[in-house]
């Protein structure tokens, strides 16, 4: 087949090999479009972090420390947490350009198939953020056109990556990369679009006041607890997802 021709790197091939290692499948060469696909998503995982773990501490010290306005802080925490995923997330994007020329066009996925390879659980925890915070942020801000900024921006940061995933064709030439496209659908929601981090929204409200009233902190405590609690059960649940049996690359050994 023609992507047996396609041409991928080293790093692409080894990445791709750790990845399907940790989903149950051993190969000592994946195949060529297992390589572009996975490979990229890996290496872009990588890429940009000496930078943005140096920033992302400056960015805490900008969002909580006092003298810096309101809405700056909301601002300079939102736009850091969104440009990070989104820069590895084009990475993504051209691999998969290239990937789709290399196999026939595939079907979409309908909606609720796709949404099951996401994860459900997954999803809930995505709509439970979001919506939360735009219950938090109506009712209990003290700042809330700095917070409702900010969750625009986020949710503005998120859609194109959750539409991508559950709307794009399937990229396969057998059933195993088929099973590997499902797989991706959900890796790319959790990997380049973060939205556990708008949970953090709260705080930076909270912390532009003191002492906090129990009007304000008590749903704000709650919303966090139920937050993360939706976002370990998605956790475990991708946890015990693994790859069926199929070609995923040659083992010599």
């Keep these: 087949m023609v992507v047996e ?12 090999r750790a990845w ?7 190969v000592d060469e994946p195949t060529p479009l297992l390589a572009v696909r996975v490979g990229s998503r890996v290496l872009a995982t990588r890429s940009y972090q000496a930078s943005y773990s140096v920033l992302s501490s400056v960015v805490w010290v900008v969002a909580l420390l006092p003298p810096v306005p309101v809405l700056a802080r909301f601002l300079v925490f939102t736009v850091v947490c969104t440009a990070y995923p989104l820069l590895q997330w084009r990475r993504v994007c051209r691999a998969d350009r290239t990937a789709a020329r290399l196999v026939p066009a595939g ?17 809930a925890a995505v709509v439970t953020t979001f919506g939360g915070g735009v219950v938090l942020c109506a009712w209990y801000a003290a700042n809330p056109v700095g917070w409702a900024a900010a969750l625009v921006i986020g949710a503005a940061s998120v859609a194109p990556v959750f539409a991508r995933a559950l709307r794009a064709p399937v990229i396969a030439e057998d059933e195993a990369s088929a099973a590997v496209d499902a797989a ?43 937050v993360v609690a939706v976002h370990v059960g998605a956790a475990i649940e991708a946890r015990r997802q693994s790859l069926p049996r199929g070609h995923y690359g040659t083992v010599t050994r």
């Design 5 to 16: 021709a396609a041409w991928t790197t080293l790093a692409e091939r080894q990445g791709a």
């Design 107 to 123: 079907a979409r996925p309908s909606l609720r198939v796709a949404a099951g390879q996401v994860g459900r659980r997954y999803l």
């Design 184 to 226: 991706l659908r959900a890796h790319d929601t959790r990997a380049f679009a973060a939205p556990f981090m708008f949970t953090f929204l709260v705080w930076i409200d909270l912390s532009t006041s003191w002492p906090w009233p129990p009007a304000r902190f008590v749903p704000a405590i709650g919303y966090f607890v139920l």
């Design 20 to 26: 399907l290692a940790r989903r149950g499948v051993e």
